[in-house]
Each structure stands twice: as C-alpha cells, then as structure tokens.
C-alpha cells in the first residue's frame, strides 16, 4: 500500500463517524512572541486527547472479523495506546497496551479507564514485548507509527488544516517515529505543494536530524527528555521516505525552549497541551525553524495528556 492521498482521502471517510474535526484556533496574542500569525491546530482536544485515534481507527476499522475477535495489542508511550484502547472499546474487542516506565501515570490510568489491559516495561524493550504478548494472544499488533494505515489516518490531520484555513503557508509538526508527520506531510504536498511542512523533535533525540543527513532511518541513544511522547530512537522505515520525501525540515529542539513555548501557549494562548505539543513553538523560539512576521503558521497540537504535577515544572521555567 503507497500512503496516497487517494488513501489518506479514504481514510477520512472510515473514520469520520468516531474522531471529531479539532478545531483550527487563531491564537493572535502569540504573534509578538513567535514572531509570525499563529494559528493551532488543536488535537489536544480530540476525543482521545490526542490525534493518535485517528491513526488507530483507520487501521483497526480494516480487519477482518476474525482478526477483530482475536484483538489488537500495541507499544505505546500513552497517546496511542489510549487512542487504541477507545477504539477497542467502541467496537467491543479486547486491547492491551504495553506502556514503557517513563510514561507518566495519567497516561496509564486513561488507558486502564478505557477496559484495556497495560503492561509495563522498559522503554528500550516495548516493542519485543508486545510482539510476545501478540504472538501468544493471537491477536493483531497495530504499531504507533510504522504503517501506511497508521500514516493515512494521521494524514486527515493535514487535510482539515487545508480546508479549514487555506491561508496557511507552513505546518509545524512534532515528531517521533514520524507517522504523523509522514501522514500531514503527504496529504499536504499533495493538494498544496506550496505549503512548507516542517519537523520538530526534542534535541535528546535527534533521529531524524541524524537519519536524515545519513541518508537512512539510524538508531540514536534517547537521552532524558520532558517529551515523553516523543520517545523513539529511530525513524519508522515506511515513515522515513514519505518524511525525506515530502518535509521541507527537521528541527531538534532542547527542552528548555520547548517548556518555555509551552508556558507561553498556555499563559498567554489559553491552551493546554502536554509539553511534547509545545515542540513547534519551541523551535521557533530558538530560531531553528524559520518563519516571517506576516507568515501564517500552522503549529499542530498533538495531544493534551498531561497532569497537575507536570506543570509544577512550569514554575521554575523563564
């Protein structure tokens, strides 16, 4: 399957009957700040908290019904997992969810609410283990990122930034294994080869600044990082083409300037987000993802999984 926008159109239409439209919000008390008109797409406020539901259903809504009876397991940092989970629930069929250590216990108690099964682990094993747990439940895995179902789906975020603002000139994304910005990015040069779609990743895990000037998806050493969603240490390989292909840029990202945007969406943007939403703006904020005054810029806001205790961190930040 080549992850088309033929696809990623089809994709909308599964899926549109249990994910909701996010909204697009003008957030015009950031523009001196950031230094464009900053625009958000808030998939913070998708059912789930996070745009991975739509991902998660496409691919789920796919299988047969014997694959739907035998269930669905995952390798999640948390957003993916619960997107899952809900989509396990909806449609009556068992889920577990295998969640690293660093994740924090929001995220799991979202996903126990929603009736799955959580394994933890360490965050260097998850995939091995859930491909065990599979293997002995028979049951179907559906990966975070590294599938053209998985992108298709995250690519009908692309499609609803178009259609709701067509004034956009540049999309900033978070990136991890790059399912959701391989999905955006190809949707997007698809219809509108003009708008700029650029990356950010946090600077403890740089795979795909690294993978990209070698050319190939390289494995990289993940160091501490408050982007707890955005954990993998290298590029998905049916991500990495459409991302080298359709990305215009890759931006690593300390934590430092992504905190500090984070505040800044929340104090004076009213939004709430976890911090690895805030990655885009921090970016910005250290000058390594270019934009102009009157450039209108979309910063896609993955996903609002975060609790009171996170934003303690807030206080000590600039």
């Excluded at 909308?12 to 919000?25: N, S």
């Excluded at 390989?237 to 300390?254: E, L």
Aim: glycine content about 10%; aromatic content about 6%; proline content about 6%.
């Amino acid at each position: 399957m080549a992850l088309t926008l033929e696809k990623i159109l089809a994709a909308r239409e599964r899926i549109a009957p249990y994910v909701i439209k996010t909204p697009l919000l003008r957030l015009s008390a950031l523009d001196p700040v950031f230094g464009c008109r900053v625009f958000a797409k808030a998939e913070c406020m998708q059912i789930t908290g996070a745009f991975k539901l739509r991902g998660a259903f496409n691919k789920v809504l796919q299988l047969s019904p014997e694959e739907l009876a035998a269930g669905v397991v995952a390798a999640s940092s948390g957003n993916h997992g619960r997107g899952l989970a809900y989509a396990a629930k909806t449609l009556g069929i068992p889920a577990t969810i295998v969640i690293p250590d660093t994740a924090p216990q929001l995220k799991v108690d979202n996903i126990l609410a929603l009736g799955a099964e959580v394994v933890r682990c360490g965050l260097a094993e998850r995939f091995d283990v859930a491909a065990r747990i599979a293997k002995e439940k028979g049951a179907v895995i559906v990966p975070p990122y590294n599938n053209e179902e998985i992108m298709a789906g995250q690519g009908t975020v692309g499609l609803e930034v178009l259609e709701q603002e067509p004034s956009i000139e540049k999309i900033v994304v978070p990136v991890s294994g790059g399912g959701l910005i391989g999905g955006i990015a190809a949707a997007v040069k698809a219809l509108r080869p003009d708008v700029a779609v650029w990356g950010a990743e946090p600077a403890a895990a740089p795979r795909y600044s690294v993978s990209l000037k070698e050319g190939k998806p390289t494995r990289i050493t993940v160091e501490k990082s408050f982007a707890d969603a955005l954990v993998a240490n290298m590029p998905g390989d049916v991500c990495f083409p459409y991302v080298a292909r359709n990305v215009d840029g890759v931006a690593a990202v300390t934590d430092e300037s992504m905190l500090r945007a984070h505040k800044r969406l929340l104090f004076e943007g009213k939004l709430l987000a976890e911090f690895s939403s805030a990655i885009g703006l921090g970016g910005v904020l250290e000058g390594k993802i270019p934009v102009r005054p009157d450039e209108n810029v979309c910063f896609v806001i993955s996903g609002g999984s975060i609790g009171p205790e996170q934003l303690d961190r807030l206080k000590s930040v600039q």
